[in-house]
T-cell receptor, first 113, second 115 residues
Framework: DQQVKQNSPSLSVQEGRISILNCDYT??????FLWYKKYPAEGPTFLIS?????DKNEDGRFTVFLNKSAKHLSLHIVPSQPGDSAVYFC????????????FGKGTLLTVNP | KAGVTQTPRYLIKTRGQQVTLSCSPI?????VSWYQQTPGQGLQFLFE???????NKGNFPGRFSGRQFSNSRSEMNVSTLELGDSALYLC??????????????FGPGTRLTVL
């Protein structure tokens, strides 16, 4: 049972345009959500997070939106740059002492020059 | 500050063998978590260690085990290897326990191939 789903395995956008990566979750106990970015041959690196008490968090070109009623979050990258090309993982945690991270399967973002 | 290091980077084993992977966290970090990444399942949590104690465990069989030493270095062991254990094994460290609530710093991973 996959509790965090990233339904788009890949996404291709033009440099300078907006990239929107989507993520859905099923576990209503999740209360903290994160995005990680992974380049080939490297480990994932933390990008941005959001608590369930917020609906938006912004950090430079990266904004994460959370829609709790729809159990949906999205990551917006504006403007997209070729260096943003990587696999993006959505992750969630929550449920009292069960604070392990549950990841989605990832979305490969390709930003074309 | 040096990042998380994992050794070896690549490993080839045959079915039935056992394997031990090592992880050295960032200096001062006391929490180490292990993840398995496969194309079909994505990143899956194996376990977290903090101050030499296992704090949390994922849904993996008992063939997967780990430990943490007093210097925070951690090892994970997989016994009786199966073909399906072929994966990238990632280690992540954090200053505190609390798993996903704290930013985790990942190593580059160990690529295990089981033949």
């Amino acid at each position: 049972d996959q509790q965090v789903k990233q339904n788009s395995p890949s996404l291709s956008v033009q440099e300078g345009r907006i990239s929107i990566l989507n993520c859905d979750y099923t576990n209503s106990m999740f209360d903290y959500f994160l995005w990680y970015k992974k380049y080939p041959a490297e480990g994932p690196t933390f990008l941005i997070s959001i608590s369930s008490i917020k609906d938006k968090n912004e950090d430079g070109r990266f904004t994460v939106f959370l829609n709790k009623s729809a159990k949906h979050l999205s990551l917006h990258i504006v403007p997209s740059q070729p260096g943003d090309s990587a696999v993006y993982f959505c992750a969630a945690t929550g449920g009292g002492s069960n604070y392990k991270l549950t990841f989605g399967k990832g979305t490969l973002l390709t930003v074309n020059p | 500050k040096a990042g998380v290091t994992q050794t070896p980077r690549y490993l080839i084993k045959t079915r039935g063998q056992q394997v031990t992977l090592s992880c050295s966290p960032i200096s001062g970090h006391r929490s180490v978590s292990w993840y398995q990444q496969t194309p079909g399942q994505g990143l899956q949590f194996l376990f977290e260690y903090f101050s030499e104690t296992q704090r949390n465990k994922g849904n993996f069989p008992g063939r997967f085990s780990g430990r943490q030493f007093s210097n925070s270095r951690s090892e994970m062991n997989v016994s009786t290897l199966e073909l399906g254990d072929s994966a990238l094994y990632l280690c992540a460290s954090s200053p505190f326990s609390g798993g996903g609530y704290n930013e985790q710093f990942f190593g580059p991973g160990t690529r295990l191939t089981v033949l």
